[in-house]
């Protein structure tokens, strides 16, 4: 019944009055719930105005730049500015760090990629907005580029935006995580997924297979594991191309997500700052499991803003799974490679 929901507003201040969190986290998530309502609108309206297609130019990590991914990070800085709490925003769509606010009330910093999986905008299918917030160290008057460089394991809140069949917003601040579904009718995120427990195991994964040949072989054998048929157990393979999208499943039904490195890219392709780490936040606090096949995610030191890593993240089970086939150290469990071939051929991982 509706009038009994429970609005992302107001679980924010139920979770802020059980001190939880303090208010200055509800400010800056309920801001987040307005970012996701004005991209909500414009990206399903992208193809009617002219907003789809390239800019031109590269982003700071290579990627090409779409008109959206320039849009959603104009809007989610300025709306992040305006609240006078954030000293500085580090985004997948800027070179740089973003100094903000020179104010006492800026003790915050807001990582982001405001268009994850961008690509997917002109064929209308799933993107997203991945947020991670931090507070300041440094001690200056203003924020600085070292208050963006901490590691996961720092992080006070992070979640994500899913512009998919319906709108979901997903945040935890460390002790939970919840699921608000946007009800554009009344312009209010509704509490939908109330204290998500990612499922210990499951039988979807989501990867690249086209990078199969640029993979080590222990990823190689890991792939073929959940490809063979003849064993009882049979998994199914879901790749969007959107990072959030496919989490989101993982999160929610079960799953593994990967990308590994490969000999050209041995870190892979994800940002560790913006897309990795605030992922790994939450489905950590959800019960699941964020690594690079080696190292959690949330303890990775972070020297630079676009600094990337591999990843591995979703149910427990397949994660512990995949770094027994990586994990020279795990790999009795169930590779059939021996010692000498993997350890001599992998790539991008840990003995
Ligand atoms: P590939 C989108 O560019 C992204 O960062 C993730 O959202 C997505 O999972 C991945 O890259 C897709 O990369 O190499 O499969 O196209």
């Not at 609240?83 to 100094?99: F, M």
């Not at 994500?160 to 069949?165: D, I, K, Q, S």
């Not at 496919?246 to 039904?253: A, F, N, P, Q, T």
């Amino acid at each position: 019944m509706i009038a009994t929901a429970t609005t992302l507003n107001h679980h924010l201040w139920q979770q802020q009055r059980e001190s939880k969190h303090p208010i200055e986290l509800s400010i800056l998530l309920t801001r987040m719930g307005f970012v996701a309502k004005v991209l909500t609108r414009e990206i399903s309206r992208a193809a009617l105005v002219g907003k789809l297609g390239l800019v031109g130019e590269k982003n700071a990590t290579g990627d090409a730049q779409k008109k959206l991914d320039v849009f959603s990070n104009e809007v989610v800085v300025s709306a992040f500015s305006e609240t006078g709490l954030v000293a500085a925003i580090a985004s997948e769509e800027l070179d740089q760090v973003q100094l903000v606010e020179c104010g006492s009330e800026a003790q915050y910093i807001l990582c982001t990629d405001p268009l994850d999986g961008s690509s997917n905008t002109e064929s209308s299918a799933a993107v997203g907005t991945i947020f991670g917030i931090y507070r300041r160290t440094t001690g200056g008057r203003c924020g600085s580029e070292a208050d963006a460089l901490q590691p996961g394991n720092k992080l006070v809140a992070a979640g994500y935006v899913l512009y998919g069949t319906s709108t979901v917003l997903v945040y935890s601040t460390g002790d939970r995580v919840d699921g608000f579904t946007l009800d554009p009718t009344l312009g209010e995120f509704i509490l939908s997924h109330e204290n998500i427990r990612c499922p210990e195991d499951g039988k979807l994964y989501s990867a690249n297979l086209s990078y199969y040949q640029d993979w080590g072989t222990r990823v190689q054998s890991f792939v073929d594991y959940l490809g063979d048929r003849t064993t009882d157990s049979s998994y199914s393979l879901r790749y969007s191309g959107a990072l959030v999208a496919d989490v989101h499943r993982c999160l929610l039904e079960g799953g593994v997500y990967f990308y590994p490195g490969t000999q050209d890219q041995q870190d892979g392709k994800l940002r560790l700052l913006y897309e990795n780490a605030p992922l790994a936040f939450v489905v950590e606090q959800a019960g699941g499991k964020a690594s690079t096949g080696c190292d959690r995610i949330l303890d990775l030191p972070i020297e630079s803003i676009h600094q990337r890593s591999p990843l591995v993240i979703g149910s427990l089970e397949l994660v512990d799974l995949y770094e027994s086939f990586v994990q020279k150290s795990k790999q009795t469990r169930y590779s059939s490679i021996d010692e000498e071939e993997a350890a001599s051929m992998y790539v991008g991982g840990c003995n």
